[in-house]
């Protein structure tokens, strides 16, 4: 299968807070994005994980390395890969629908073929009764789905998410990992998912990267289909205390904590 | 009966404990004013105050009632519609001219000096908030210039301008500018990079992100900085018209304080107070209709 988009040796240093020295975010990083695939990066705060997704977004350029999507190297952001934030970036002076067709709109696509391509997305996120609402009336939870629709109806190759889960209740965090995952799976998008939550990484994940800082770097790979299993099932909960899932999330967890103990000291 | 009264009021709000300043003032702001009004009165009744220094409320309305030639108007109103034939009651105005036309005059530099000033300041203040150049090249000029009393550059605009209405507006035009630009560039900020971020990976150009993302998060600020632009352009107006002005409020107040005139100077301070209110509270609503998302997210 080709790649939608691949890394090859990306490395970003940043200058450090003190002035001497660079932080290096990522080093050595290469990753292929591959048709229908669902991505998650899992690692502690601060190991490149954001930096990361803005590489590929096109919001920053690697120090070195290269990045190619369908071959061609990103120079910049553009419609083929959208972006759904942590804090949901709305715009408040549109209204739920306004939000949800404003990339179309952006790149001069017809008032009626926007309109009705940001209503099916719209309804693919359950929203079809809020259209009219202004935004800060909405729930943290309604928000991340408008932001979702959102960048759905650019119609992207692929979707790229920064923790969108992580400001949400435990609750609505659950509800939301279904709807995403439905929405990839009616959409077929390649996915890139961060997220903190070991427990969130695996259910979602066709492929698992677990990273550790200093310097950022990719140490795990996993190819798991615990999604798979929760499509066949429709039942979130027996999947995630399934045996498998509660064994592979115990060893996740104890590569991120060894790791962390590990480097704590000097 | 009391408690008939009690049940009538709704639902209160529950206090919250230790927030700064709850509750509603506006009944106790109602005391205020009768209380300085009614003080006002009693004084100048019971000739506590010379009326040279404080001039009673009815020689005030008195005043209003002549300047504003109210009586040669009535008449005017009535030949319109024929309940009367020739009008007889003289208009005199004060300074040659009736109120309504020294208030026109004053509306006409404070709010053609705004305009000017709006439509320049917005560009050169998204411009300083966008690009470090215009702000490297604007903010030296505006900071040194925004602190110094318009009186004390005033003679300046009389050697650059003269003694005609350019002059007057360029003054006000001054007062107004700084604050507008200010919360234009100050606006710019409020704008997210994840709201910048977002557009541009929606396909979004460098202009349909100016347009589209950040003047739109920068409109709250810019309607501050216009609020508080017109507030300094009423402050100015008086200093403007001190020179060579043949109409305006402040011509009226500053004529009537050489001929000792205090219940004309009290009538001149009382219309500017009240004009610039309601233009307040006119660019309150216009902003409440414009930016109803401001300070909620
Ligand atoms: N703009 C920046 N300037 C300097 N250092 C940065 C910048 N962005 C991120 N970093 C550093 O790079 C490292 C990785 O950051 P980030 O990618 O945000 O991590 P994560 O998203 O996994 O929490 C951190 O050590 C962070 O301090
Ligand atoms: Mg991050």
């Known amino acids: ?266 | 009966m009391m408690r008939g009264l009690f049940k009538r009021r709704g639902p209160q709000a529950v206090e919250q404990y230790g927030a700064p300043g709850q509750g509603s003032g506006t009944a106790i702001s109602a005391v205020t004013i009768v209380l300085i009004l009614g003080g006002w009165w009693v004084v100048t009744q019971l000739g506590l105050i010379r009326p040279l220094f404080l001039p009673a409320p009815e020689m005030v309305i008195s005043k209003f009632a002549k300047i504003a030639c109210t009586e040669h108007y009535f008449e005017q109103m009535l030949v319109a519609v024929g309940g009367m034939a020739k009008v007889e009651a003289k208009c005199h105005g004060f300074s040659d001219h009736a109120l309504h036309e020294h208030i026109l005059w004053s509306l006409y530099r404070v709010f053609g000096a705004f305009a000017l000033a709006t439509v320049t300041a917005i560009p050169i203040g998204i411009a300083m908030g966008m690009n470090r150049h215009a702000r490297g090249v604007f903010d030296p000029p505006i900071e040194f210039y925004r602190p110094i009393p318009p009186l004390a550059y005033l003679p300046l605009t009389i050697i650059w301008f003269g003694i005609g209405e350019s002059g007057k507006l360029f003054l006000i035009f001054l007062a107004c500018f700084a604050p507008i630009a200010i919360n234009a560039r100050a606006g710019v900020r409020s704008v997210s990079i994840e709201q910048i971020h977002a557009a541009y990976s929606m396909g979004a150009s460098h202009r349909q992100v100016l347009r589209q993302v950040v003047l739109k998060a920068a409109l709250p600020e810019i309607l501050t900085g216009m609020r508080v632009a017109i507030a300094f352009g009423w402050t100015t107006l008086v200093a403007a018209e001190m020179v060579a002005a043949k109409a305006g409020i402040g011509v009226m107040v500053l004529n009537a304080a050489r001929f000792l005139a205090t219940d004309i100077v009290f009538l001149g301070i009382i219309v500017i107070g009240a004009v610039a209110f309601i233009f307040d509270l006119m660019m309150r609503r216009f902003e409440r209709a414009l930016v109803p998302w401001k300070g909620k997210v």
């Open chain 1, 1 to 266: 299968m080709t790649a939608i988009v691949s890394l090859n040796r990306v490395s970003v240093e940043f200058p450090a807070v003190d002035g001497a020295g660079v932080v290096k975010a990522l080093e050595d990083v290469s990753l292929d994005f591959r048709d229908n695939e669902f991505v998650v990066a899992l690692g502690a705060s601060g190991c490149g994980k954001t930096t990361l997704l803005n590489v590929i977004a096109g919001f920053l350029q690697p120090t070195s390395g290269e990045i190619l999507h369908k071959d061609a190297p990103i120079r910049g952001p553009g419609p083929d890969r959208g972006v759904v934030f942590q804090k949901h970036a709305l715009l408040p002076w549109l209204n739920v629908l306004e939000n949800t067709e404003f990339g179309l709109k952006l790149q001069g696509v017809a008032k009626e073929d926007r309109l009705s391509r940001a209503r099916d997305y719209l309804a693919l996120v359950g929203l079809s009764d809020f259209e009219r609402y202004p935004i800060y009336q909405l729930s943290g939870g309604m928000q991340q789905r408008v932001g979702l629709a959102r960048a759905l109806t650019c119609d992207p190759d692929m979707l790229l998410m920064d923790e969108p889960l992580g400001a949400l209740d435990a609750f609505t965090r659950e509800n939301m990992q279904e709807l995403v995952l439905d929405a990839w799976r009616k959409t077929r998008k390649v996915v890139f998912f961060i997220t903190h939550s070991v427990e969130e990484a695996l259910f979602m994940a066709t492929r698992l990267i677990v990273m550790s800082p200093r310097p950022g770097r990719i140490t795990h790979t996993y190819d798991i289909d615990f999604c798979d299993r929760f499509f066949e099932t429709g039942n979130a909960r027996a999947v995630k205390s399934s045996p498998e899932f509660i064994a592979l999330r115990e060893e996740v967890l104890s590569i991120i904590y060894g790791e962390e103990t590990g480097d704590g000291l000097p």
